[in-house]
């Protein structure tokens, strides 16, 4: 079983819906991670928390806003998706400034119609 | 820009075969080189490297590092159909650690 638990699983929304993915942690990792994965792709980075202070921001659209309100948590808060935003949600977690690995939870399905 | 190559990107072999999985990479500030297995859902942890020449094992997998020549392989002896997955190649580079991952091989193991 991962450490880092996703909720939830599987998610359907319509384009004006206001949704929110959680992930949550208790390894003591201080770098929490969103990362977004279409089939048969591999997984693209998409935000960095870091001592829960957001440390990398990979040009994602503002349509998608993280917040990590402490260090066992990271939030991805979802308003006016579109249907290609339709994916496996990826959070993980780390120590920061590590050579490690990252731990992954097993994901959010999300269905954007 | 930091960049990671796999291949072959598919693979088809049969029970009892041996593979060979490729990762070459160019970043700057190379830290470690991961590997990691996904089938349906969450990549799982396989091997981390960090220095070259030395082999890392688990059971049928190995894995191996050159950092002069910048790739890694991933070996998988007696595949068994449960070996069949995308295998992902993540680089961590520069001061923050960025992952970078490679585009994944999809392997198939028929029986």
């Known amino acids: 079983d991962t450490e880092v638990t996703q909720t939830p699983k599987h998610l359907v929304m319509g384009m004006t819906n206001k949704k929110s993915l959680k992930c949550e942690q208790h390894?003591?990792?201080?770098?929490m991670y969103w990362y977004k994965q279409k089939a048969k792709k591999p997984p693209e980075l998409m935000f960095v928390?870091?001592?829960?202070?957001?440390?990398i921001n990979e040009s994602v659209p503002s349509r998608f806003s993280p917040e990590c309100p402490n260090s066992s948590l990271l939030n991805l808060h979802l308003h006016a998706l579109q249907p290609e935003d339709s994916a496996l949600y990826l959070c993980?977690?780390?120590?920061?400034?590590?050579?490690?690995?990252?731990?992954f939870g097993e994901g959010s399905r999300l269905t954007v119609l | 820009e930091d960049k990671v190559v796999q291949s072959p990107l598919s693979l088809v072999v049969h029970e009892g075969d041996t593979v060979t999985l490729n990762c070459s990479y160019e970043?700057?500030?190379?830290?470690?080189l991961l590997w990691y297995k996904q089938e349906k859902k969450a990549p799982t942890f396989l091997f981390m490297l960090?220095?070259?020449?030395i082999e890392k094992k688990s059971g049928r997998l190995s894995s191996i590092l050159d950092k002069k020549e910048l790739f890694s392989i991933l070996n998988i002896t007696a595949t068994q159909t449960g070996d069949s997955a995308i295998y992902l190649c993540a680089v961590r580079s520069g001061a923050n650690s960025k992952l970078t991952f490679g585009k994944g091989i999809t392997l198939s193991v028929r029986p």
């Open positions: 390894m003591g990792h201080r770098a």
């Open positions: 970043v700057t500030n190379f830290r470690s």
């Open positions: 960090t220095s070259s020449g």
């Open positions: 928390y870091s001592y829960e202070k957001l440390s």
């Open positions: 993980a977690s780390s120590q920061p400034h590590n050579t490690g690995e990252l731990f």
